[in-house]
């Protein structure tokens, strides 16, 4: 196909495999390194790159992401640390030990959380049975890698969970998502789950479903973020089954900065922790946000 398009194709030397989701799990450090290799080889070759694994791809793009914007925030840290400026980073950490303090949450918690729910309402484990569509944040970000490595962490014990969709990435965008699922619906008789990396993605798959009139054919719909105005009202209305706490950190990194001009010792990390939001509780939660 390439020649009569009149394109050529030149390998590059020395590449290697990137390891893929396996490696990421062992050891975050020693996957993008190898994808960082590939990328510099490949940096050696005139023109541009094109990847024919999709597992691949994904990871080169994780990659090139998280390095590029860690330099930068570290470069912007670094700079404020050297002039006696204390540095707290809120939700995405930078690579640097300067740093007075790391708050966020466990995207790879949050998917671990969700994997064993979804097991749980699918069957239980060694017998959870369905099809699963899951829809990614973006694919050049570590919050979706983490959030699909969690998820799989349980559902790939599963051997009657049978995914549908090969990294399909909703942008985090509700329109984009609705697209995929509407695809999806498209494709495939029958939808047991949904997994959304966030709860604008779930929702967005839930009114494709509504709009194909096959709503209540999928059984569960799962996301992540559980913001009061979103995934906990479309839990409470039935339209999500659940969603999972993604905690913002902004209320914490103020009592901790409070605590550090007062001169008290911080922790170095605070990981905010998660929760499950489902129709026993969602109520109570909007009650207490005064959204009911």
């Not at 597992?55 to 700079?79: I, P």
């Not at 099809?131 to 919050?143: C, D, F, K, R, S």
């Not at 007062?262 to 946000?289: C, S």
Request: with cysteine; net charge negative; glycine share 10%.
């Amino acid at each position: 196909m390439f020649k009569k398009l009149n394109i050529g194709l030149t390998e590059v030397p020395d590449w290697f495999c990137c390891g893929a989701t396996p490696a990421h799990n062992v050891d975050e450090l020693l996957s993008l390194s190898l994808c960082a290799k590939n990328l510099e080889l490949a940096e050696q070759v005139d023109g541009d790159l094109a990847v024919a694994c999709a597992a691949c791809f994904s990871r080169l793009k994780t990659t090139q992401h998280v390095l590029g914007e860690n330099a930068v925030k570290r470069k912007q840290v670094e700079k404020a640390i050297d002039a006696k400026i204390p540095v707290i980073v809120l939700d995405r950490n930078v690579d640097t030990k300067r740093i007075a303090q790391f708050i966020g949450g466990d995207n790879v918690l949050i998917g671990k959380a969700a994997g064993e729910y979804a097991v749980k309402l699918l069957g239980g484990p060694g017998a959870a049975q369905g099809n699963v569509v899951e829809i990614w944040g973006g694919m050049g970000t570590a919050p979706a890698h983490d959030r699909h490595d969690g998820f799989h962490a349980f559902t790939d014990k599963e051997p009657g969970i049978k995914y549908l969709l090969n990294n399909q990435s909703g942008d985090w965008k509700q329109d984009k998502a609705y697209n995929i699922m509407t695809t999806a619906l498209r494709n495939n008789e029958k939808i047991d789950l949904v997994y959304g990396h966030n709860d604008p993605m779930a929702y967005g798959a839930y009114l494709a479903a509504k709009d194909a009139g096959r709503d209540k054919d999928v059984k569960f719909i799962i996301g992540i973020d559980a913001l009061p105005d979103e995934g906990v009202t479309w839990v409470h209305k039935g339209n999500l089954t659940a969603t999972f706490l993604y905690a913002t950190p902004g209320a914490e990194g103020l009592r901790q900065a409070v605590k550090l001009l007062n001169g008290e010792k911080i922790p170095p990390v605070i990981t905010l922790p998660t929760m499950l939001v489902d129709k026993n509780n969602a109520e109570e939660i909007l009650k207490k946000n005064g959204l009911l």
